[in-house]
Each structure stands twice: as C-alpha cells, then as structure tokens.
C-alpha cells in the first residue's frame, strides 16, 4: 500500500510539474496566454494544480463587435504585463484568456453567455462567488483587477501602465496659449478679469465633475453595454453602485440644460431688452428646466428602483 501511493504522489508531482513548466515557457513569451477548450481543461480545470490562474472570458474577433472587451483586453494586458516583468513574479499565478471563437466549448461547460467575464481559478478547490470579477460594479481598469487579484490570491501586483504623454502635452497647449494671449495682449490684461470667461470655465468644471467624470477616471467602467443575446445597447446603467461613460455624457448634457434654462430666466429678469424678448426668453428657460430636470429625474428613478416621485415623465 505504502509503494502504491508512493508511486501516485511521484506521478502527480510529475504531471503538476509538467504543466507548471509548460505555463512558465508560454508566459516568457506573452504575458496572457490564450487557452483553447483543450488547454483549458488540461491546465485550468483538471488536478493536480498549485497555482492560481486569472481567466479572461472574452470576444475579441471583430465580428462579434465587443467593444467593451477591446477596452477590458487593454487593461487586462496592462495588469499582466506588470506581474510579468516584475522583481516579485512567480509561477503562484498565471494570467490566461479564452475568445469565443476559439473556445465555445468552454463557454458552454461553465454557462456562461456574457463577456467580458473575469473568474480566478484558485489553486486548491473550485471558483467560489468571490472568484468572479464583479466588472458593472468596480469596472475593467487594471487598477482595479490589481485589488481584486490581491484579494483573492494573496499576490500584490503594482501596476506601471505605459507613459501617456496626452496630460503633459495639453497642459503645454495651455500655457502656450495664456503665453501667446499675454505676448500679444501685453498692454491690455483685462482679458483675465473676464468675469464671464471665468464663471463659463468653473461652469464646465462643475458641471464635468457633478456628472461623474471623475468617477470615470478612477473606476475606467465601459462606454456602454451590449446584451449578447438582444444586440440592444445599453447607456443607462441599472445600479446606482456603477455607471457608464456614456451615462455621464448625458447627465453633462441634462445638467447643461437646466443650467442654460436657470441663466435665461435670470436674463430674462434682469436684462434690459424689450419685454417681448424678455418673455421669449423666460418661456424657453422655463421648458428648458421642465423638459431637461424631467429627463434628469427618469434617469434617477431607473438607477434607484422605488424612488416614487417622477416629474412628467415616469
């Protein structure tokens, strides 16, 4: 008896190592290794196995016509580039990605319909619900899947993402042009006493930060959301915990407008135009406020269900 399981412990040692190796050599080549149905059943899913793998469930052909996963894939490369080429990098963890077309059958066996979907394949036992990447609520930036990965592995990962020069060279846009305004205006600064020019620049500050621009920046969640099965879009998210880019845009836009209603009613009231003028312009601020602070408000209810107040529209 002691012989017989002698012999299995040295053959699974065998075979674990053999994979281990197999996915050491794959990753010193590229940082996500793509799977098929045959690999993934041999080095995912079947035992015996010590190390963690994070699967990316993806469609990236362009007939699918995923946007989504193009902008998962960029950040999901960008988190495994970063294990890849750090001082810390082990075989504790492994980085893989399954495309549709090239793995249906792994699809099936997980039921699975959606992606981009992220699961992490824990090195002892089967995915529990944590093990899959909650991605409408935290988003797809690498950031964020770090902190994931961290919790559910135990491997801490820095992401360095690639230089963005966009940042530096706006900001140098910028300067040269206050630089150009000042050589050219340099006996007459009144320019920068421009209470309008300065109270539109806070108003677009403003207004991009109410809409969730930031949000955006730091949580990098997608610019909308096709339903596989439908083929419908998506722009409103239905959570109040998540958004999309796109919701931001038009909560911009409706803020913007019952902006413009509010500074034509206190146009209308103050100005000194005719009165038939004064009162095209109040009417047009009033359904500007209507009509847009009612399309706010119906965004509002779809995102917290139960809310019980509407404004002409439910």
Known sequence: MARFLGLSCAGSGMVLSE???QLMEWASKRSVIRMNGDKFRRLVKAPPRNYSVIVMFTALQP???????????????????????SSAFTNKIFFAMVDF??????FQMLNMNSAPTFINFPAKGKPKRG??????????????LARWVADRTDVHIRVIRPPNYAGPLMLGLLLAVIGGLVYLRGSNLDFLYNKTGWAFAALCFVLAMTSGQMWNHIRGPP????????????????????????ETHIVLLFNGGVTLGMVLLHEAATSDMDVGKRKIMCIAGIGLVVLFFSWLLSVFRSKYHGYPYSFLMS
């Not at 077309?101 to 792994?106: F, M, N, P």
């Open 19 to 21: 994979k281990v190796n």
């Open 101 to 106: 077309d090239e793995g249906s059958d792994v």
């Open 223 to 246: 610019y909308a959301h096709k339903n596989p099965h439908t083929g419908q879009v998506s722009y409103i998210h239905g959570s109040s915990q998540a958004q999309f880019v796109a």
């Open 63 to 85: 007939h699918r016509q995923c946007v989504v996963c193009k902008q998962a894939d960029e950040e999901y490369q960008i988190l495994a580039n970063s294990w890849r080429y």
């Open 131 to 144: 093990d899959t990447y909650e991605l409408q609520v935290r988003g797809f930036a690498a950031e964020q």
